[in-house]
């Protein structure tokens, strides 16, 4: 993200128009975003919520980084809100060919995709995108190298606000790979826009986040002083992919062992502790197995409020797109 970058997401009228950051988004717009994804949940074994706020539109949904709940979330938010969905199939389509990204966008422009949803390795492909695509396209955020994943970022704060919407007297550990964790920025930047009472970041030494990336959270190298009195915790993965050098990253068992969430680590938590992890998980490294299946788990809560935000995102862009 480039300074200007926070402005680049709304129009001239201070409509939503891409969704890049929570950078830049205040607590009004956040809590009117989750107050329409509330909307959007139907009980269990009934149909789907519907809409048509994108009738006659179309998303495309374009991932050159691995992904199943947040593609899969997006192309079925798409489709409940009356819009085709074209995912494109990075693995044969022709960026594998040498195509540059802006000429991907161009080809898929010519054809009227109105909103491109990008997932990819590298810092500001989406805001980057944004600067390129013409007037009446959206471009949303689907997750940015380790920098952002805005909308992972809404459904961790909704269900954590299905617990506690107490967000001043609430205390939030996040544990595990924070420093190559998009999911950890933008979690960390909603949960500081609603005012939380205490933030705590808790990772081995090796994956520790730069302080100033996270400013007003508290960097925590052991489980028990992280996972004190939480009233949340979530389990993050740790980022292979994104690691060039694995010296002093601990192997599977010592980080189960000291970095693990399993029953027994969360005594140190509130007794009603909800448990929290954006998927993928890896049982047994991260979170034991019986506690992600258990009763105080949200993690398949996650799951559902990962479609309706994206609805709640891609009705407001429809209805800006309505109204132009
Ligand atoms: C995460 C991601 O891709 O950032 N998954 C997701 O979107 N639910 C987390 C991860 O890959 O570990």
């Known amino acids: 993200m480039q300074p200007d970058d926070t402005k680049l997401q709304f129009d001239e009228r201070g409509n939503l128009r891409h969704f890049l950051s929570l950078k830049g988004i205040g607590a009004e717009l956040l809590t009117q975003l989750l107050d329409d994804a509330e909307r959007y949940l139907a009980a269990p074994g009934s149909l789907p919520i519907r809409s048509q706020s994108l009738a006659g539109r179309t998303v495309g949904n374009l991932f050159f980084e691995p992904s199943t709940r947040t593609r899969a979330s ?82 961790d704060l909704m269900t954590i606000r299905q617990h506690n919407d107490d967000f001043g007297n609430m205390t939030v550990a996040i544990v595990g790979d924070i420093q190559h964790s998009r999911v950890a ?93 954006p998927g993928p998980m890896n049982r047994g490294i991260e979170i034991e197995g019986t506690l992600a299946d258990g009763p105080r788990s949200v993690i398949t809560k996650q799951v559902t409020n990962g479609v309706a935000v994206r609805m709640a995102v891609l009705d407001r862009i429809g209805k800006m797109m309505n109204a132009r």
């Open 185 to 277: 920025m933008s979690a960390s930047e909603a949960l500081q826009t609603m005012g939380i009472g205490e933030l705590r970041l808790v990772s081995p030494a090796a994956l520790a986040p730069d302080a100033d990336r996270f400013p007003g959270a508290h960097i925590v190298d052991n489980l028990a002083d992280g996972l004190k009195d939480a009233d949340v915790v979530m389990a993050l993965r740790i980022q292979r992919e994104r690691i060039g050098n694995l010296d002093g990253v601990p192997g599977i068992n010592e980080y189960f062992a000291n970095y693990g969430i399993s029953h027994d680590s969360l005594v140190y938590a509130k007794p009603d502790a909800i448990v929290m992890h």
């Open 74 to 155: 997006f192309d079925l938010a798409g489709r409940r809100l009356g819009a085709d969905v074209l995912n494109l199939d990075v693995n044969t389509s022709s960026r594998k060919k040498g195509e540059s990204i802006l000429d991907t966008i161009y080809t898929l422009e010519a054809m009227h995709v109105d909103v491109m949803v990008v997932r990819d390795a590298s810092d500001g492909v989406p805001a980057y995108i944004a600067r390129h695509v013409n007037d009446h396209i959206s471009v949303l955020n689907a997750g940015e190298s380790d920098v952002s994943h805005p909308t992972q970022g809404l459904l």
